[in-house]
């Protein structure tokens, strides 16, 4: 059977939360143009004078996808991590989406949640989240595979306290430019330690030797991203070129100049204490069998009460 | 295949920062001089720190040479990394391989990699003659199950083991892992036979802890000397076998901390450090100082640091020893040898 390694993802929409600015910044300076930033045209138009810096609290989806050469363009979603930002109260609410979850897909059809990109992109996986979840979301931002060991690279990786060994005999060997079903093992050691952008991608990409599965890598998921707020403190104007051609067409976005301008700074004075992250674990999901594929039955009146809690209307 | 590990990425001819490399050997200036030799990893290769200064061990190229500890014979064990597999190594200071005390590559142009195995956290046994480790044997066979997971292990230091599917050869099993959690990893044999070590478990609530446990015998029921809730590994047990040091995980950031062992018990432990970024204590051959990785912020450079006499009531303040520019392998214990 093939295994299709998840990809977390979520990660790199960290990446965009903290380095968007500056990555479009360079983008405008250096003239480079890439069609997958400036983001879909249909999904709720901003004037290009709205700015993150309000004072306005704001959600942010935060997709991810293998990218390799598995697929030719038709992604699904690995990672799906719902987040709120609240710039006043500096709060950060993350909500880890499992990909098995089994919704009603913005074409009507019910599926796993990570077919919502493939069906219709950006705009169907968040009509998707918006409608099962009943939350309205503002932004969104998508990386490929590649994109996120590259940026993870660019910003030197990230100190992360790996929480036990992290041990994968089926691991994806996709991006070793072989045969991208082939395996391979990887093990990440436990404790602190100093992780580049390949071993951050195993260890939050690997599931198989886990008794959590894809809800403990959702967990590392979000260790990873907050790990990343101390690379704001580090980042340049200087880093900028090399931080947005490490992107190329592994992201899209959404989100304009002046709407992620004041997200720098946000991010940056984010205390630990003020991150709540959420994972759905049982009894908000459960396991099942449904149409012949292994998938989790949500309990849409737990999860929508967990959201409107965590993510209230403005 | 490439690597997977960041380490390899990593020129091995100096010290080095994550962003590249310096002309720097931290042991010229050190903030405190410590006496002996220090052996430490970083980029793959061992090092060794003294009054001197420090230098590589001219260790074979190839794989990640880590978690050095020190024979009574004034030898080194290293473990010997590579992509999909670890060996264990006996090594001179001099950087020279004495000998392979386990070949865990499979030879063979078209071989089932599940099969390789992980052999790490060598420690030598209270009367210097036995080994004791961590490796990822017994495990099912290939495509019966994806569980891989560490269990402990002894052998002989002077005897032949080989590690497969169904176990070490040549070996004692210690543990039974908690499946799907990464098992039970880094013990520390103690004077009185016992042996102590982390064990991942699975809480049933949806998270993977380690306890420091404790066990009396091969196959003897652990005892647990910690809670789920501290989240307590990497344990370090100072000469005399009293004194543990042991860090405890709260996610994003860590306590270092001490207690006492008395054969099954553990005394409260004192914070040394608290909300740190630390990992792999270790003790002075007296086991009075006591050493460890940190990293000083949440993006800087993982250095070593010490803390003198920290198994007492008024230890003293930790101070780095190696420069902020020195970038060392956090998971990887540093070995004090005396002279």
Known sequence: ?314 | MAFSGFAANRSLAAFQTHGGSVSLVSATSPQVRLPGTIFVSQGGAIYAISASGARRLPLPAGGDWIQPRVLPDGSLLVVRRFDEYSDLYRVSTAGKVLAQLSDNNQATSNKTLQLDHWILWPAIGPDGTSVYFATDAPKPAPSQSYEVDFSLWSAPLSGDMTIADQGVTGGTRWSVPDAYTGGDVEPVPLPDGNVLYSSYANTGKGTVVSVLGVQTGPHSTMVSLTTPAQNCGAPAVAAGGATVAMVCDHGQTADLEVATLSGTTLSVPRVLVANCLCNSPSWSPSGDNLLYMNASNPDGNFGLWYIANAGNAHPGAAKRVTDTSVDLDATSAAAWMAR
């Open chain 1, 1 to 314: 059977m093939v295994i299709v390694a998840g990809f977390a993802v979520s990660i790199l929409a960290g990446v965009v939360l903290y380095f968007l600015p500056a990555i479009q910044v360079a983008l405008r300076d250096t003239g480079q143009a890439n069609t997958s930033l400036g983001g879909d045209p249909q999904l709720r138009p901003v004037s290009a004078s709205e700015s993150l810096s309000s004072t306005s609290p704001f959600t942010l989806l935060l997709l991810g996808s293998d990218s390799d050469s598995k697929f030719k363009g038709d992604y699904l979603t690995q990672s799906m991590i719902l987040t709120r930002v609240d710039p006043v109260t500096k709060h950060v609410t993350m909500l880890s989406i499992p990909r098995d979850l089994w919704v009603r897909l913005c074409n009507g059809r019910n599926g796993k949640i990570d077919q919502a990109f493939l069906h219709g992109g950006a705009q169907c996986a968040i009509q998707t989240v918006e409608h099962d979840l009943n939350v309205h979301i503002d932004y969104y931002a998508w990386i490929g595979l590649q994109g996120l060991v590259s940026v993870l690279n660019q910003v030197g990786g990230v100190n992360v306290i790996a929480n036990n060994p992290v041990m994968d005999d089926y691991y994806p060997a996709d991006l070793s430019g072989g045969n991208p079903f082939d395996y391979q093992r990887i093990l990440v050691l436990p404790g602190a330690q100093h992780m580049d952008g390949t071993l951050a991608l195993e260890y939050v990409r690997a599931r198989h030797d886990d008794a959590y599965g894809d809800f403990a890598r959702s967990q590392r998921q979000q260790q990873i991203l907050i790990a990343l707020r101390a690379k704001t403190k580090t980042l340049t104007l200087a880093d900028i070129p090399s931080l947005a051609s490490s992107l190329g067409s592994n992201f899209q976005t959404n989100m304009s100049i002046g709407q992620v301008s004041g997200l720098l700074p946000i991010a940056g004075s984010v205390p630990l204490a003020s991150i709540t992250q959420v994972v759905l674990l049982p009894p908000y999901t459960s396991t099942e069998v449904v149409s012949n594929q292994d998938a989790l039955r949500p309990n849409w009146a737990l999860i929508r009460s967990e959201v409107a809690k965590f993510f209230p209307a403005n």
